[in-house]
């Protein structure tokens, strides 16, 4: 975890960009050095140096004035705000269902990553994930999975819900014993979290039902029929009753040129 | 109909010409002035009162034409040509190499611009030494290409660090210092042509003007990655920079470029290096100018002072510790923590004060004592990404070592640090952990805190779900639990 600890930092690290900028547009806007002529000599280079430090800023501020406003101008449009701004920026999301919130720059892709990216677009759930998507998709719009856990032999289906791990299980209650022993995962945790996506009215804080989620969707009869029906209703799509080809004399749409 | 007279002679340019143009050059400017300000080179522009024909920066083709001929012509007929066409000529060049244009890249690159420039060097009177000296220092300051062909002129320019005239000196040191920002290659080949004794000695000038530019070559000459940073030690660069740093004090100027050599000297360097110039007593020195520099000082002045402080702080626990028994050190990182003035001042304060409590216990407590957790606290609830990042990690080594527990519980602190959570930076993703750890387990009313703050508890979850670190899941997954308190065993045991 977090141990306090010193960092050591290179001169050329990004985190004194600031630092430098401000230091090298001082020298360039301030200290701006008017010509010492040839003729001083070093015993007088001291003197006249003086004499200049002295004479020489107000010289400067008035003969230096239009280079100084020129790449203060160019200096603030560009270094100051697009450069720097970004760590404070803000960006305003207006992907459904986000309703205009603001989030700092820096955090704007991840969040994009997990509230918009993530989607199902049969059911338009949210996942955090490309990983929990893919569960989504194979647990619960996916017939030959409805088809493989329906057969009374079992077998490995249920996937562990971290992509490192390869682990399978026969249901969904022994994944989630294994999350719980062996990957440490909160024993509140959202656990139909592949079913139902990320809930955005905020959960309730007496929310205990953990129990028997995956299971819902296990038909044990080997009918077809009965499968089928399972298919549609956890595909949540709408097919047609029938499907004909071929002319019919009532259809409305008559081309003429066969006639 | 026959053409205008005007337009017979005078190439008539649209509006839309010309306003390209201007954005042309304005970009032109940009970008110039970025890799000045970024890779610390150092421009000597032309104040325009000198030069009549510069209100606007903009030219034609054939002006530039006419300036080359014109340096070719003089040079040609050197020895009966006319000393004010030479230096007018020179003058014009130094200015347009500010921004250079096409042409004059052209000519910097693959013409004979820089064997004139060395002629004017090795021939010619003081004035127009001191002219093509200009040329050459800008053509440094510029972006890599340009820069490389002033190299090869490197032998013509060590002779004039000795010279008896100030402003020569002055004039090849920057163009030197110029060189040296470069990069690693040019810095190695530097060296290798002898470069650094010169300007080692040219340290120990007597005057501030030389001082300062010298100080500037020799800070960009001790830049990293270089084979010869030692030898800086061996040339005993700390030991004459602190003298001139006890002759020059009243010189803020002076002071804040001594001040970078020590930055460089000290910047992720070993600890028997730091010791050297903790032992030469600049730190001392640089602490007191610091600390009687006037309250509008500008950033500038003092970033270097709290650059080398930073650098020494992060070193052992010793050498953090004697700089914070150093009188004046820890009321100065309160007053600079609250600087409105400067941004990157707050900034690096903040950073120099990580390391300090990242340190020894003892170095903590006189860090809260001075009044500083307020500070952090207020800077972390307000203040925009970096600044808070940095601010946050000085917080949570001073509640890790056990203080100031009693200022944690606070809504708008944690739910600053919620916010970290969600960040794309797994640093900041780690210190988020834990410190709400230490808020909902080791104190009081922590949990209350935390359940009032909202998407606290989803964001705590969306990590479990996400994140690949076995230890920050632990972590959090136990503390999911403890907010759901002992309801949640219930549920699974059903």
Same mark, same amino acid.
Request: one cysteine or more.
């Given at each position: 975890?977090?141990?306090?600890?010193?960092?050591?930092?290179?001169?050329?690290?990004?985190?004194?960009?600031?630092?430098?900028?401000?230091?090298?547009?001082y020298f360039h806007i301030k200290k701006h050095p008017s010509p010492i002529t040839i003729a001083t000599t070093t015993t007088n280079s001291k003197n006249s140096d003086s004499d200049n430090s002295s004479s020489g800023n107000t010289s400067n501020d008035n003969s230096g004035q239009q280079a100084i406003t020129q790449i203060n101008k160019v200096l603030e449009t560009n270094i100051d705000t697009q450069y720097f701004s970004f760590s404070t920026r803000t960006i305003i999301c207006h992907e459904p269902p986000c309703q205009g919130t603001a989030h700092p720059a820096m955090s704007y892709e991840l969040h994009y990553d997990q509230m918009h990216r993530n989607n199902c677009s049969t059911c338009n759930a949210i996942f955090p994930s490309s990983h929990w998507?893919?569960?989504?998709?194979?647990?619960?719009?996916?017939?030959?999975?409805?088809? +493989?856990?329906?057969?009374? !032999?079992?077998?490995? #289906?249920?996937?562990?819900?971290?992509? *490192?791990?390869?682990?399978?299980?026969?249901?969904?209650?022994?994944?989630?014993?294994?999350?719980?022993?062996?990957?440490?995962?909160?024993?509140?945790?959202?656990?139909?979290?592949?079913?139902?996506?990320?809930?955005?009215?905020? +959960?309730?804080?007496?929310? !205990?039902?953990?129990? #028997?989620?995956?299971?819902?969707?296990? *038909?044990?009869?080997?009918?077809?029929?009965?499968?089928t029906a399972g298919f549609k209703q956890s595909l949540r799509i709408s097919a047609p009753e029938k499907i004909t080809f071929g002319r019919h004399e009532d259809n409305q749409y008559q081309y003429d040129h066969w006639k | 109909m026959p053409p205008r007279f005007k337009e017979l002679y005078k190439q008539t340019r649209s509006s839309k010409d010309s306003r390209q143009n201007r954005l042309l050059q304005e970009a032109q400017l940009r970008r110039l002035q970025r890799e000045q300000v970024f890779m610390g080179k150092?421009?000597?522009?032309?104040?325009?009162?000198?030069?009549?024909?510069?209100?606007?920066?903009?030219?034609?083709?054939?002006?530039?034409?006419?300036?080359?001929?014109?340096?070719?012509?003089?040079?040609?007929?050197?020895?009966?040509?006319?000393?004010?066409?030479?230096?007018?000529?020179?003058?014009?060049?130094?200015?347009?190499?500010?921004?250079?244009?096409?042409?004059?890249r052209e000519f910097v690159l693959e013409g004979k611009c820089i064997e004139l420039l060395v002629g004017f060097l090795t021939q010619a009177d003081g004035d127009e030494k001191l002219q093509s000296l200009w040329c050459l220092t800008n053509i440094a300051a510029s972006e890599g290409?340009?820069?490389?062909?002033?190299?090869?002129?490197?032998?013509?320019?060590?002779?004039?660090?000795?010279?008896?005239?100030?402003?020569?000196?002055?004039?090849?040191?920057?163009?030197?210092?110029?060189?040296?920002?470069?990069?690693?290659q040019m810095r190695e080949q530097l060296y290798a042509l002898g470069a650094l004794a010169p300007l080692v000695s040219l340290l120990g000038a007597q005057d501030p003007v030389v001082l300062q530019t010298a100080c500037f070559a020799v800070s960009n000459m001790a830049r990293k990655p270089c084979s010869y940073f030692n030898r800086l030690f061996e040339l005993d660069?700390?030991?004459?920079?602190?003298?001139?740093?006890?002759?020059?004090?009243?010189?803020?100027?002076?002071?804040?470029?001594?001040?970078?050599?020590?930055?460089?000297?000290?910047?992720?360097?070993?600890?028997?290096?730091?010791?050297?110039?903790?032992?030469?007593?600049?730190?001392?020195?640089?602490?007191?100018?610091?600390?009687?520099?006037?309250?509008?000082a500008p950033g500038a002045l003092l970033i270097p002072i709290i650059r080398t402080l930073g650098n020494v702080a992060a070193g052992t626990d010793a050498q953090t510790h004697a700089l914070v028994a150093k009188p004046g050190f820890v009321p100065l990182l309160v007053k600079y923590i609250e600087?409105?003035?400067?941004?990157?001042?707050?900034?690096?304060?903040?950073?120099?004060?990580?390391?300090?409590?990242?340190?020894?216990?003892?170095?903590?407590?006189?860090?809260?004592?001075?009044?500083?957790?307020?500070?952090?606290?207020?800077?972390?609830?307000?203040?925009?990404?970096?600044?808070?990042k940095e601010a946050a990690f000085s917080l949570l080594n001073i509640a890790l070592v056990?203080?100031?527990?009693?200022?944690?519980?606070n809504e708008r602190l944690v739910r600053e640090f919620v916010g970290f959570l969600r960040s794309q930076d797994p640093q900041l993703v780690r210190m988020g952990v834990q410190f709400i750890a230490l808020v909902a387990d080791d104190l009081d009313g922590g949990l209350g805190v935390l359940r009032h703050v909202e998407g606290a508890i989803d964001a705590l979850e969306n990590l479990v779900a996400v994140t690949e670190d076995d230890d920050t899941r632990a972590m959090v997954s136990a503390l999911i639990d403890r907010y759901y308190g002992e309801d949640a065993e219930v549920a699974i045991e059903q």
């Amino acid at each position: 975890m977090y141990v306090p600890a010193k960092r050591r930092l290179a001169m050329d690290d990004p985190f004194f960009d600031l630092g430098n900028a401000e230091t090298n547009i001082y020298f360039h806007i301030k200290k701006h050095p008017s010509p010492i002529t040839i003729a001083t000599t070093t015993t007088n280079s001291k003197n006249s140096d003086s004499d200049n430090s002295s004479s020489g800023n107000t010289s400067n501020d008035n003969s230096g004035q239009q280079a100084i406003t020129q790449i203060n101008k160019v200096l603030e449009t560009n270094i100051d705000t697009q450069y720097f701004s970004f760590s404070t920026r803000t960006i305003i999301c207006h992907e459904p269902p986000c309703q205009g919130t603001a989030h700092p720059a820096m955090s704007y892709e991840l969040h994009y990553d997990q509230m918009h990216r993530n989607n199902c677009s049969t059911c338009n759930a949210i996942f955090p994930s490309s990983h929990w998507l893919d569960l989504h998709i194979q647990e619960y719009h996916d017939m030959f999975f409805q088809a +493989r856990i329906a057969r009374t !032999d079992g077998g490995l #289906n249920y996937s562990c819900f971290l992509p *490192a791990c390869v682990e399978m299980f026969e249901s969904a209650g022994e994944r989630k014993e294994h999350m719980i022993d062996v990957h440490r995962f909160p024993l509140s945790f959202t656990w139909d979290l592949v079913q139902d996506g990320l809930r955005h009215a905020g +959960r309730d804080d007496d929310d !205990d039902d953990d129990g #028997n989620d995956g299971d819902d969707e296990c *038909a044990e009869d080997m009918d077809v029929d009965l499968i089928t029906a399972g298919f549609k209703q956890s595909l949540r799509i709408s097919a047609p009753e029938k499907i004909t080809f071929g002319r019919h004399e009532d259809n409305q749409y008559q081309y003429d040129h066969w006639k | 109909m026959p053409p205008r007279f005007k337009e017979l002679y005078k190439q008539t340019r649209s509006s839309k010409d010309s306003r390209q143009n201007r954005l042309l050059q304005e970009a032109q400017l940009r970008r110039l002035q970025r890799e000045q300000v970024f890779m610390g080179k150092r421009l000597r522009l032309r104040a325009p009162q000198d030069s009549e024909t510069e209100s606007e920066y903009e030219f034609t083709a054939s002006d530039m034409t006419g300036i080359i001929k014109g340096l070719e012509a003089s040079c040609k007929a050197y020895l009966s040509g006319k000393h004010d066409e030479r230096m007018d000529a020179l003058q014009n060049l130094s200015v347009k190499l500010e921004q250079p244009s096409e042409e004059l890249r052209e000519f910097v690159l693959e013409g004979k611009c820089i064997e004139l420039l060395v002629g004017f060097l090795t021939q010619a009177d003081g004035d127009e030494k001191l002219q093509s000296l200009w040329c050459l220092t800008n053509i440094a300051a510029s972006e890599g290409r340009l820069a490389e062909r002033v190299l090869p002129a490197t032998p013509h320019l060590l002779p004039l660090l000795s010279s008896s005239i100030a402003e020569l000196t002055n004039q090849a040191a920057w163009a030197l210092g110029n060189l040296a920002a470069e990069g690693e290659q040019m810095r190695e080949q530097l060296y290798a042509l002898g470069a650094l004794a010169p300007l080692v000695s040219l340290l120990g000038a007597q005057d501030p003007v030389v001082l300062q530019t010298a100080c500037f070559a020799v800070s960009n000459m001790a830049r990293k990655p270089c084979s010869y940073f030692n030898r800086l030690f061996e040339l005993d660069v700390p030991q004459v920079a602190a003298k001139q740093l006890k002759r020059f004090a009243n010189d803020p100027e002076c002071v804040a470029e001594l001040a970078w050599v020590f930055a460089y000297l000290t910047a992720a360097s070993s600890a028997q290096q730091v010791d050297c110039v903790l032992a030469s007593g600049a730190v001392d020195v640089l602490l007191q100018c610091a600390v009687d520099a006037a309250d509008g000082a500008p950033g500038a002045l003092l970033i270097p002072i709290i650059r080398t402080l930073g650098n020494v702080a992060a070193g052992t626990d010793a050498q953090t510790h004697a700089l914070v028994a150093k009188p004046g050190f820890v009321p100065l990182l309160v007053k600079y923590i609250e600087s409105r003035a400067s941004r990157a001042v707050e900034k690096e304060t903040l950073w120099v004060l990580s390391s300090v409590t990242a340190g020894r216990k003892e170095d903590v407590h006189a860090m809260v004592n001075a009044g500083v957790v307020p500070d952090l606290v207020r800077i972390i609830e307000t203040q925009d990404y970096d600044i808070k990042k940095e601010a946050a990690f000085s917080l949570l080594n001073i509640a890790l070592v056990g203080e100031c527990l009693e200022d944690l519980p606070n809504e708008r602190l944690v739910r600053e640090f919620v916010g970290f959570l969600r960040s794309q930076d797994p640093q900041l993703v780690r210190m988020g952990v834990q410190f709400i750890a230490l808020v909902a387990d080791d104190l009081d009313g922590g949990l209350g805190v935390l359940r009032h703050v909202e998407g606290a508890i989803d964001a705590l979850e969306n990590l479990v779900a996400v994140t690949e670190d076995d230890d920050t899941r632990a972590m959090v997954s136990a503390l999911i639990d403890r907010y759901y308190g002992e309801d949640a065993e219930v549920a699974i045991e059903q």
